[in-house]
């Protein structure tokens, strides 16, 4: 079992940036690939960025590619997703999430936080 809190949310301007942290409780978070998600007001949950157990691999939605990075400390628990240049339309509910492998679809990962809202203003 892994329970995951996500922190760092909030308002910002267009064009400033936020780091998102995700703090996990359990021992074998290290074992875990994770996930951040994003769901803006009436649309689908979608995929912004995952990261394997060893960071060794990452993987990016299009959208976020040069502007979001993912990173992760395992000695701490805690996932990291630094945004950069936000725009507009950046603004959702973000969640983190663990999964056994790396992968890109929501129905993979088995452990979700209780996300927290960015906003960007334009």
């Known amino acids: 079992q892994v329970q995951l809190v996500e922190s760092g949310g909030g308002l910002v301007q267009a064009g400033g940036s936020l780091t998102l942290s995700c703090a996990a409780s359990g021992r074998t978070f290290s074992t875990y690939a994770m996930g951040w998600f994003r769901q803006a007001p009436g649309k689908e949950r979608e995929f912004v960025a995952a990261?394997?157990?060893?960071?060794?691999?990452?993987s990016y939605t299009d959208s976020v590619k040069g502007r979001f990075t993912i990173s992760r400390d395992n000695a701490k628990n805690t996932v990291y997703l630094q945004m950069n240049s936000l725009k507009p339309e950046d603004t959702a509910v973000y969640s983190c999430a663990a999964s056994r492998a790396l992968a890109r679809a929501k129905d993979n990962y088995a452990y979700w936080g209780q996300g927290t809202q960015v906003t960007v203003s334009s």
């Open positions: 990261i394997s157990w060893s960071s060794s691999l990452t």
